[in-house]
């Protein structure tokens, strides 16, 4: 196993040092926290110019934080973790609607870089194999928003390259990593910089056309497209449906009984129906 190595990510990133400030830590709870303690420390109350984008990547997270409140478990180096904070133009939350979901494409984008074909995207921003729908990555965006200023995201990403089986045991949905799909052990500082670079060049697209610019790259990846799910509310109630397409904000069309509707990141998790494994969750 090679440790992080923010040269290595840099040099195949091929950024700026100028707008780009990598840190790597060994320990820490959640990489987003620490983004987001430093946006205050730095930003807020001592009021510092800062680089456009600060990424922070950690050997281990001690409290790692999945969607809907749940942990993520990773263990020492079998994971990439990391974060990206960065200063957007867009002043109001709605306007990323559908950011996390072109990080789970750049995500697939670079998976393919590294002929891994058989995975897929989840809707909102999962990544999955194809399979049996097996989890290998999850993103979890944070925002700070401002009235008339810059607003802040913070982009959480793991990815899971070679789980050990303690790690395994904690999490209760099925899951993956990226040894077992492709065989070999694929250095985390380089495919970290090779998910940058993407990520580099998709966001500015994102910042200036929105989601709708990688929409049908989007839906061509999801794993549960023209089929028959199930979605669970935050009150725990279902809706049954078939999956086709996704709303210009990311959010996803749902063709029910009651006719065609449309759900929104953050509202619901989702399962496909009667695929024979007990469950496919966030
Ligand atoms: C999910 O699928 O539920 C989202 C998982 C996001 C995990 C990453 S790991 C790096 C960053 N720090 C966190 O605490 N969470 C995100």
Avoid at 173 to 181: A, C, E, F, K, N
Avoid at 252 to 258: A, D, F, G, N
């Amino acid at each position: 196993m090679q440790w992080l190595d923010s040269e290595r990510i840099l040099n195949e990133a091929k950024l700026s040092n100028d707008s780009y400030e990598i840190t790597i830590i060994d320990v820490t709870k959640s990489t987003n926290n620490y983004l987001l303690d430093q946006y205050k420390e730095k930003y807020i109350d001592n009021q510092r110019n800062p680089k456009n984008t600060s990424i922070v990547a950690a050997e281990l997270q001690t409290s790692g934080r999945g969607r809907f409140d749940r942990r993520w478990y990773s263990g020492l180096g079998g994971s990439l973790t990391f974060s990206i904070g960065r200063w957007c133009k867009q002043e109001d939350i709605s306007a990323f609607a559908g950011l996390s979901l072109v990080i789970g494409l750049a995500i697939l984008r670079t998976l393919n870089h590294y002929s891994i074909f058989d995975v897929c995207l989840k809707w909102p921003n999962d990544i999955v194999s194809d399979a049996r729908y097996q989890k290998l990555a999850g993103v979890l965006v944070d925002f700070k928003s401002h009235a008339h200023r810059l607003s802040y995201a913070v982009i959480g990403i793991g990815i899971n390259f070679n789980l050990n089986n303690e790690v395994k045991a904690h999490i209760e949905y099925p899951v993956t990593d990226l040894y077992s799909l492709s065989g070999r052990m694929i250095d985390r500082s380089v495919f970290c910089g090779t998910l940058l670079a993407k990520l580099h060049h998709m966001l500015i697209d994102f910042e200036k056309y929105g989601f709708t610019y990688f929409k049908e790259e989007w839906i061509s990846s999801h794993a549960f497209e023209e089929k028959v799910i199930n979605l669970i509310l935050p009150d725990c109630s279902v809706i049954e449906g078939i999956a086709r397409g996704i709303g210009d904000d990311g959010s996803l069309r749902l063709v029910t009984e009651q006719g065609t509707k449309s759900f929104h990141v953050g509202d619901v998790s989702l399962r496909i129906k009667n695929d024979g494994t007990q469950y496919i969750n966030d």
